[in-house]
């Protein structure tokens, strides 16, 4: 997987946003992942796309200096887009990833993704999805499966919630204290099969992206419970960070609205929902 470079990326692409002064947003081409911490200890919340280390690893260096590693990786999933770099990172740092149980199938050799749905209801991006590497990897005894209370031992007062739709082992983080929301791909806020919307990064509530999600009504639920935590600041694995009333009436129309705006008309893995 880490070899294959996919041709595709967005005006976002190699841009910084620190969405607290904990928290930096880092956007490879398509996808975001996010450096939790400071100096003194920090995680890196996924691990972008294929061949992409090199300039995870620059982005390491200017935020926390020569030689910075991080405690661990934390997964919100194993997509390629979500762990494209992660064997070449683990490989750097030598430091343990975390990922939920259902996840782990995946990220130990056992199990592949399914294969992108291209026939689904969506623009050139789902056209395209057939070429996007699903193998799963094997990073061995350097993966943990979280706590299943939900602590997630590197990052002390954050909270791991399992977000299932997208992926079986899907989770988004969630902190109390200032009610940040990093919810991996539960629901983003680009329309991510479209290239143009990908390209500009209009922004807009969408379900998760519908090329890869085999389980809608998970999908639905997964939502409703991330709506019902209320966050005041929310950060997806596709678009731009969200927060305060953009944020409570964008995740509303979402659950409200999901079977029109997430759900597509057809599609492989459609035909369970409707």
């Known amino acids: 997987m880490e070899n294959q470079f996919i041709p595709a990326t967005s005006v976002n692409s190699g841009r910084v946003v620190s969405i607290k002064p904990d928290i930096h947003m ?26 992409s280390a090199d300039n995870i690893l620059k982005q390491t260096e200017q ?8 405690k661990a990786i934390v997964l919100t999933h194993g997509h390629f887009d979500h762990a494209g770099a992660l064997e070449e990172l ?33 623009g050139l991006v789902a056209k395209m999805s057939p070429m996007f590497p ?25 909270r791991s919630i399992h977000t299932p739709g997208h992926s079986p082992g899907h989770i988004s983080l969630f902190r109390a204290a200032d009610r940040v929301l990093l919810a991996g791909d539960a629901f983003i806020t680009v329309k991510q099969d479209a290239l143009y919307n ?6 807009e ?10 389980d809608w ?12 935590l209320q966050p005041a600041i929310a950060a997806t694995g596709h678009g731009t960070e969200t927060a305060g009333q953009e944020l409570t009436d964008g995740l509303a129309h979402l659950v409200a609205h999901f079977d029109e705006v997430a759900v597509p008309d057809y599609g492989r893995y459609v035909d ?3």
């Not at 343990?96 to 592949?112: F, I, N, Q, R, S």
């Not at 379900?207 to 999600?213: C, E, Q």
């Open 198 to 203: 990908v390209l500009t990064q209009k922004k």
């Open 205 to 214: 509530f969408q379900g998760p992206p519908r090329y890869l999600t085999t």
């Open 272 to 274: 369970d929902h409707h």
């Open 90 to 122: 683990v490989h750097r740092w030598d430091v343990p990833v975390y990922a939920h149980e259902m996840e782990l199938p995946y990220l130990t050799g056992k199990k592949d993704y399914p294969k992108p749905d291209a026939s689904v209801e969506g």
């Open 26 to 51: 880092f956007t490879v081409q398509i996808v975001n992942l996010f450096f939790v911490g400071d100096q003194q200890g920090w995680v890196l919340v996924d691990a972008g796309m294929p061949r």
């Open 63 to 70: 935020l926390f200096g020569e030689g910075a590693k991080p």
């Open 134 to 158: 699903t193998k799963a990897i094997d990073l061995g005894g350097k993966i943990k499966a979280l706590p299943a209370d939900g602590l997630i031992p590197p990052m002390p007062g954050w």
């Open 217 to 228: 009504e998970a999908a639905k639920a997964s939502v409703r419970r991330l709506a019902e």
